[in-house]
């Protein structure tokens, strides 16, 4: 058990890094956001690319965040019908939903996203907007963040099962 606690202490880790850094993301997006009206109401100028980097931020900011998220227990989940239980309750439940929920669920939509990524990638696919930007960077962080909340679920398991959530 040892073992698997070190490996779920690197896992947080890890994703606690990725999440700060996607949390600078909101930044990106405000600033892309400012750029956009100003360029709008002072020059009449507009780009497809850069809104559409306007949904991809946000898109970032939601899949690497997810993990961290999960990490710090701050999904929402059914916590109005057991915020009065007792927390062996509490830690069973959770222990059953990430063990037949939360890690089948990630394990197959990574499974189905990395050939979706891949398709992308290889057939430079691009949104269809004109000025669009190419669509496998966003795949990919879908990819990388549906395997960071995997990973993250294996660690929230870990943590419960050995006592120490």
């Keep these: 058990m040892r073992l698997l606690l070190g490996l779920s202490r690197c896992i947080d880790r890890v994703n606690a890094l990725i999440g700060r ?9 405000i600033l892309v956001a400012a750029g956009l009206a100003l360029s709008r109401r002072l020059f009449s100028v ?6 559409e980097s ?3 931020f946000f898109a970032a900011i939601v899949m690497l965040g997810a993990a961290w998220t999960l990490r710090l227990d701050r999904h929402v989940r059914i916590d109005i019908l057991i915020s009065r239980a007792p927390p062996a ?3 069973r439940l959770d222990i059953i939903g990430h063990a ?19 398709r992308a990638f290889e057939s430079g696919e691009t949104s269809p907007n004109l000025g669009g930007l190419p669509l496998w960077p966003i795949r990919l962080v879908i990819v990388i963040g549906l395997s960071l909340l995997l990973a993250q679920a294996i660690s929230e398991l870990i943590k419960r099962i050995a006592g120490r959530a």
Excluded at 21 to 28: I, P
């Design 21 to 29: 850094a996607a949390s600078w993301l909101v930044l990106a997006a």
């Design 46 to 51: 507009s780009s497809n690319a850069w809104y």
């Design 54 to 56: 306007q949904w991809l």
């Design 89 to 91: 309750y509490r830690r």
């Design 100 to 118: 037949l929920m939360l890690i089948p669920f990630c394990a197959l939509h990574v499974w189905l996203a990395i050939p979706w990524f891949y």
